[in-house]
Each structure stands twice: as C-alpha cells, then as structure tokens.
C-alpha cells in the first residue's frame, strides 16, 4: 500500500511541475505580448508626435513653403545644414532636402533618437 501512495505522492509531484511548466510558458508569452504591446505604443506616440510638429510647422504643405526668413523649407521646416547633419548622424545615405517624403522620414528619425526639441513646435506636440 505505501508504495501505491508512493507513486501517487509522484504523480502528483510531477503533475504539479508539469502544471508550473504551463503557467512559466504563459508567463512569458504574456511578457513578449506586453513588450510587444509598449513597442507597438511607442511607435504611435512616436508618429502623434510627428503630424503634431508636421501640423504647426507646416500646415502639412510642402512644395514652395519657405520658413525661418527663408532658411527653412517644406513640411517639416528643415534647414539645409540641419537636414544634411540628421542624414549623417542617422547613416540613412542618400536624402533630398527638398523631398518631402525624405524630411517626414529624417524627422520621425530624430523624433525617435531624441532630436526632436530642434523643432520650435516640439514642445507643443508633446504637451498634449
């Protein structure tokens, strides 16, 4: 009798590791989820930030849109040496200043590697 109970008392040992085993692999597939998650919350944050800036330093036009007494231009309201040293910092190679679609891609870089207060409209994209 007592080695019944024994291989019971295993049993249920083992059954308790296996049940252990479940909850640790839920756990960390709620942990990938929840980074995932963060990642995914970031990213938009990061995007908001940008049409916010896009918004007050443009309007969201671009061809002909001179700013900074003509020293800067287009949707994002780059200057010239500031775009070209963001190109070089952030090793993207081979963007036009005077694309649009290259100064939302170099902003939404320097938004999300901390050079977003070169914008005078940073501040107000993230106060809201």
Same mark, same amino acid.
Not at 68 to 93: C, I
Not at 118 to 125: F, N, P, T
């Given at each position: ?17 296996? =049940? ?5 692999? =839920?756990?960390?597939?709620? =942990?990938?989820?929840? =980074? ?7 990213? $938009? ?7 916010? @800036? @896009?918004? /007050? ?7 002909? $849109? ?11 309201? &780059? ?25 939302? &891609? ?14 005078? /409209? ?7």
């Amino acid at each position: 009798m007592s080695a019944m109970m024994a291989g019971i008392g295993v049993g249920a040992h083992n059954g308790r590791s296996s =049940e252990r085993q479940t909850i640790a692999a =839920e756990v960390l597939k709620l =942990e990938a989820r929840a =980074e995932s998650l963060e990642a995914a919350v970031n990213l $938009l944050s990061i995007e908001k930030i940008v049409a916010d @800036i @896009i918004v /007050c330093e443009s309007g969201g036009r671009h061809d002909g $849109l001179w700013g900074d007494v003509g020293r800067s231009y287009g949707v994002a309201q &780059f200057n010239e040496e500031t775009f070209y040293r963001f190109v070089k910092k952030s090793g993207a190679g081979k963007l036009d200043w005077k694309d649009r679609n290259d100064q939302i &891609f170099l902003l939404r870089w320097a938004v999300s590697n901390g050079y977003g207060p070169s914008w005078s /409209c940073y501040d107000k994209a993230t106060s809201g």
